[in-house]
């Protein structure tokens, strides 16, 4: 194996820390209640998978892998996430990328100082190409006809290397003027297959994009607009690039050419996972972002369509870098973690069905005897049939159904037994052929 050392940039290093993140706390109000509905069922199964760490996840058109480099493993699971085979013995295994046919999946072995090659149909190892002592490889892309991966360069800098993977020897070119701070996020995209994008990953700022179709990278693009990227895209028309920065309270999508920012998904707190689908669609994860995990978006689109929340326990965490399509956008996974240790894969199929989204009002108190009323309000970005109704529940007790009007409002007034002054109205939408179902909350106060 050859190994050739190159310069990636003659552009001055920048090293400006990102700023803290801020935790802000809100303060409720119980004078007007309003709670959005969650999509009820949406993913299927909470699988329990057979490792207890995770670095990245990925799909293909027929299988899931999950790299946990605790496990030194890369588990592969079918679309119904039924296990096919736990691969072992992959050091530290964590960045995973797929060639384009499918057949081969590369994993970086930091632990090993190497890539490791799969056979994706007998899911064994085929080759181990080393990138040198204490390159720590973790993030890969496959871009230009190579195989490029983030690594340790040098004590305090990381860099970017790349494999011929095509060649039955394949040369390992390694960065001789490393700008990185940490090994940088790299994503790419058929649409663009001599484009490379890498972005920091760590307390630092930098985007760049690479041409990468002579062999020697030249840099066209760059922004210090981001930095501390925890998980990145690049659209399957190979014009923007999509980062999850846990810094921000939204995603960013940003011009390939020139790495202006386009738009932002409003996606709430700390961004730690996004994934675009071969149509364009966008999920973007966040992480203790509060009613939801995910919110996806049409292409072109930056109004969220449909809002995702994972099983609804109190362990629910979306991992960094954990979402993942099936190629064709019919099937969304979604790895989280239990603080009991296992890591969970949760499975949405319903994807081309929008959210119901129910806000409810009512007074903070009402009169003991006298009936209260709750209004509230139906609404999705998709229309909905003409004919519909909410069902209620007063403290688990079933209250006549309400219809709907043509604008989404609707309301309904109840008096509770004079023994129940606290009770628990719950509005529920059931869902349509377009709809996944709805539902919100709401409580009262009844006094004397």
Same mark, same amino acid.
Request: aromatic residues 8%; hydrophobic residues 35%; proline residues 6%.
């Given at each position: ?10 552009? !001055? ?45 990925? %799909? ?7 790299? %946990? ?7 592969? $699971? ?45 899911? /064994? ?5 080393? /990138? ?33 993977? %095509?060649?039955? /020897? ?191 009002? %009512? ?38 159904? !309400? ?5 989404? $409002? ?31 909350? !709401? ?6």
């Amino acid at each position: 194996m050859k190994i050739t050392i190159y310069s990636w940039s003659t552009k !001055v290093r920048i090293r400006r820390r990102v700023a803290g993140v801020a935790l802000v706390l809100a303060a409720a109000s119980f004078n007007l209640l309003s709670v959005p509905g969650t999509a009820a069922a949406q993913p299927q199964g909470s699988i329990v998978l057979p490792v207890r760490s995770h670095w990245q996840t990925l %799909a293909d058109s027929r299988q899931v892998y999950v790299s %946990a480099p605790g496990d030194d493993a890369v588990l592969a $699971t079918d679309h119904d996430g039924q296990v096919v085979k736990k691969v072992e013995g992959l050091d530290g295994a964590r960045g995973m990328a797929e060639s384009a046919d499918e057949s081969t999946l590369y994993v970086a072995l930091p632990d090993a100082d190497a890539i490791s090659v799969i056979d994706t149909a007998t899911l /064994t190892e085929t080759r181990r190409i080393s /990138t040198g002592a204490d390159t720590e490889p973790e993030t890969l892309a496959l871009a230009g006809g190579r195989l490029f991966f983030g690594y340790q360069s040098t004590v305090f800098d990381a860099g970017i290397g790349s494999i011929t993977i %095509a060649d039955e /020897t394949p040369t390992v070119t390694l960065d001789n003027n490393p700008v990185w701070y940490g090994k940088p996020r790299l994503a790419s995209s058929p649409g663009a297959p001599d484009r490379l994008v890498a972005a920091e990953s760590q307390d630092a700022l930098g985007m760049r994009v690479y041409d990468v179709s002579s062999g020697t990278p030249q840099e066209t693009a760059y922004t210090d607009a981001t930095g501390d990227v925890e998980d990145v895209a690049v659209t399957p028309d190979g014009r923007s690039v999509i980062t999850a920065n846990g810094s921000d309270y939204y995603h960013s999508r940003w011009r390939l050419s020139d790495l202006s920012e386009e738009a932002r998904y409003e996606t709430g707190t700390y961004p730690n996972a996004v994934a675009v689908d071969s149509h364009g669609t966008v999920a973007a994860g966040t992480v203790a972002g509060g009613d939801w995990d995910a919110y996806l978006y049409r292409p072109g689109e930056t109004t969220a369509y449909r809002t995702v929340a994972l099983t609804t326990d109190y362990y629910r965490d979306l991992l960094d870098r954990g979402l993942a399509w099936a190629p064709d956008g019919n099937r969304l996974f979604a790895t989280r973690f239990p603080y009991s240790g296992e890591v969970i894969l949760d499975i949405v199929t319903d994807i081309a069905k929008a959210s119901s989204t129910i806000t409810l009002s %009512a007074p903070p108190t009402n009169p003991v005897g006298t009936p209260v009323s709750v209004t509230g309000k139906l609404s999705s970005l998709v229309p909905f049939p003409k004919h519909r109704v909410v069902t209620v529940t007063r403290s688990g007790l079933e209250l006549p159904d !309400v219809k709907v009007s043509r604008d989404g $409002t609707f309301t309904f007034r109840d008096t509770p037994p004079d023994w129940n002054t606290y009770p628990q109205y719950v509005v529920t939408y059931a869902g349509d052929a377009q709809h996944v179902p709805g539902t919100a909350t !709401v409580m009262v106060e009844f006094v004397d």
